[in-house]
C-alpha cells in the first residue's frame, strides 16, 4: 500500500513529483512569474526590495569567495 503523501505546499508538480518518487524536475511555473511580473508593475516599492536583496546576496556571495 502507498504511504500518503503529505500535502503542505500549493504546488502541484512538487506534490506529483513527491507522490511519484520522481527525481527534481526543472519545471518552471510561468504563470508564477507572470504574476510576479504584474506584482512588480503594480508596487515599485516591491522593485526596489528585490534590487536590495538582490544587492545583499550578490555582496554575500563575494565576500565568501574572498575568505580562505
Not at 500535502?7 to 527525481?23: K, Q, S
Not at 516599492?45 to 554575500?60: I, M
Amino acid at each position: 500500500m502507498d504511504t500518503p503523501v503529505p500535502m503542505m505546499r500549493d504546488d502541484d508538480i512538487a506534490n506529483l513529483r513527491a507522490r511519484l518518487a520522481l527525481p527534481e524536475l526543472a519545471y518552471v511555473d510561468f504563470s508564477r512569474q507572470e504574476d510576479m511580473l504584474r506584482a512588480l508593475q503594480r508596487w515599485p516599492l516591491l522593485v526596489e526590495l528585490e534590487t536590495w536583496d538582490a544587492e545583499r546576496r550578490r555582496r554575500a556571495a563575494t565576500s565568501a569567495e574572498v575568505k580562505p
